[in-house]
């Protein structure tokens, strides 16, 4: 069984950081008191990725194995086999960059 926390610990916040690291904490789905602690030991707090934008994500990680298979080819031949190809993938990018809120 994990150690019961039994210490309590006093801190000072202005009313900015206060609210601050009550912004930081909810954005992160975490308990203030646990935020604190969890970034006082080390921890990076991760922002947990928004369902709106997984479709954009995945499109964009797709997006790159194409442009990795390009410039690969691109290495290998000394020239860009499809130069529309290319331009498509990048305008696909933009627009995709364009819609993550």
Known sequence: MADKRTVVKLIRFTLAESQAVTEHAH???LP???????TALG???????????AE????????GNTMKQLASVANAT???PQEAALHDVLHTILQALSTIE
């Not at 203030?32 to 969890?38: I, K, S």
């Not at 994500?57 to 997006?63: E, F, N, P, T, V």
């Open 27 to 29: 954005a992160c789905g």
């Open 78 to 80: 000394g020239h860009l």
């Open 56 to 63: 954009v994500i995945r499109q964009l990680g797709s997006l």
């Open 32 to 38: 203030v008191a646990r935020y604190v602690r969890d």
């Open 43 to 53: 921890a990076i707090p991760r922002i947990p990725r928004s369902n709106k934008n």
